[in-house]
């Protein structure tokens, strides 16, 4: 089921500003594995995502990622993806047998930590309707890939990692 060469693997999932990065830094070093955010992945290869959408629209960008996920499932570890990335059938294909957490955060508690942002999706007027919509519509796709879920909206990060971190071992 797992990554032979990293059985501790673990891969984040969850609707933007749900805490996948912080919670996946916490695992990854609490279980001593490395860290791949394919966010950052794929910025690093091909620039600021609001100008790859901007330039070259969604459905490349969803290429894009795919194909970060696929290489970040080869190198194992704790692996965070974009929180858009479960709407691409081909990129939930690949994540069928992994271990995969499914992050949710409450509407209040997203509201603080979308300000400032420069999410292309929520750009505009009111960022929180358009994150509540958008969670709303790929919902069930979470759901379909993961094999639990935590709640973010009001706890320290650290906890949460832990209970990931427990939760992760008892697999094994
Ligand atoms: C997206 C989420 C972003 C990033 C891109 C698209 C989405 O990642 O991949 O802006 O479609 O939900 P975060 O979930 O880390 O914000």
Redesign the pocket.
Known sequence: MTNAADPLSVVLVG???SG??SVGRRVARRLGVGFIDT?KRIVAAHGP?PALFAEHGEAH?RDL?RAAVAQALSEGGVISL???AV?DADTRRLLHGHPVVFLTVSEDAVADRLRGGT???LAGDDPVERWKR?FAERREWYEEVASISFDTSRRPMQRIADEIVAWRREQR
């Open positions: 609707p933007m500003a996948k990065t966010d995502i960008f990622e974009g929180g858009g709407t999410r292309p999706l958008i």
